[in-house]
């Protein structure tokens, strides 16, 4: 290799360095894609290597039966939910950004449900939700708002608002972080022109704060809708599903490991995968058109 020329090591080099990361890249990425995709063209049980060719039957079968797509109801609560996280998210972080006497405490606190494992978070709001010795309903019954108590995992109409809940408040301290990240890099002199200006507050947030951490809430925004079509751990761990709570992602697991269908189970994740991508598209294209 020293006998080389610079320009055939560097080459040399950087093959060198790109081969491990493409070769990873191809065994944990590419090929379970391409396994998945094949997988969804048969009739496979899960079980041994008998599985028959039956091409596109399963997405047929996917895009014919109403029940199927029915689930995105439930994922809808999530991106609301996601939504309403996102907008308080950077809230506090302007709050948080500013001189305020203990910001750091505020922020690890609010940080830390994010840390959490999702398994001790539902566990956690299982106590809080329990219709008889539930910390909400015995704070509401406390404060004299008898009226106000509710059987919030029992009731259909109220099940999907109590689990998106669970995600807003786990996943927020995450958001927010990634508010004060972007916040911190934008010039004070900025604020400090628009004050000598004459400028509210609020157009300080409307015309300085927005446009220049605007690239991030478009990743917010993408990373909430895809974490909306993907929710799982949280509804699955709290009620497997049951009381109307099923997600899309719960309902392709069921279809694997409950019904040993893993065919129809992969032609339903692809399907998921086409689905995120073609919204985010949509959402890059539509939302955030100005300025490209």
């Not at 491990?20 to 009739?43: E, G, K, N, Q």
């Not at 991508?277 to 294209?285: A, C, N, P, S, Y």
């Amino acid at each position: 290799m020293f006998n080389l020329s610079y320009n055939k090591q560097k080459y040399v080099i950087l093959a060198c360095f790109l081969t491990v990361p493409l070769i990873l890249l191809l065994m944990f990425s590419v090929y379970p894609a391409l396994a998945l995709f094949y997988f969804s063209l048969t009739d496979w049980d899960g079980l041994g290597f008998d599985m028959h060719w039956i091409g596109f039957a399963n997405y047929k079968d996917i895009f014919t039966r109403a029940d199927i797509f029915a689930v995105f109801r439930t994922n809808l609560y999530y991106f609301v939910g996601g939504l309403v996280q996102t907008a308080l998210a950077l809230w506090f972080a302007v709050i948080l950004s500013d001189r305020l006497r203990g910001r750091y405490f505020f922020q690890v606190m609010l940080f830390l449900p994010y840390v959490l494992h999702s398994v001790a978070t539902v566990i956690m709001f299982k106590n809080v939700y329990h219709a008889e010795y539930g910390s909400l309903n015995t704070l509401l019954g406390a404060l004299g708002l008898t009226a106000w108590k509710q059987m919030w995992l029992g009731n259909p109409h109220l099940v999907n608002f109590s689990l998106a809940f669970i995600s807003m408040w786990k996943y927020f301290g995450l958001s927010m972080v990634i508010f004060i990240g972007a916040l911190q890099s934008i010039p004070k002199d900025l604020y400090e022109a628009a004050r000598i200006d004459g400028a509210s507050g609020w157009q300080s947030f409307r015309f300085i704060t927005v446009p220049s951490v605007r690239r991030v809430i478009e990743l917010m925004l993408i990373l909430t809708l895809t974490g909306a079509l993907e929710a799982f751990d949280i509804p699955y761990v709290m009620m497997l599903g049951a009381n109307g709570t099923t997600t899309f992602v719960i309902q392709t697991v069921d279809m694997a490991f409950k019904f040993e269908n893993y065919g129809l189970a992969s032609a339903m994740a692809v399907v998921l995968l086409l689905i995120v991508l073609l919204v985010i598209g949509l959402q890059r294209k539509l939302l955030f058109r100005e300025g490209r």
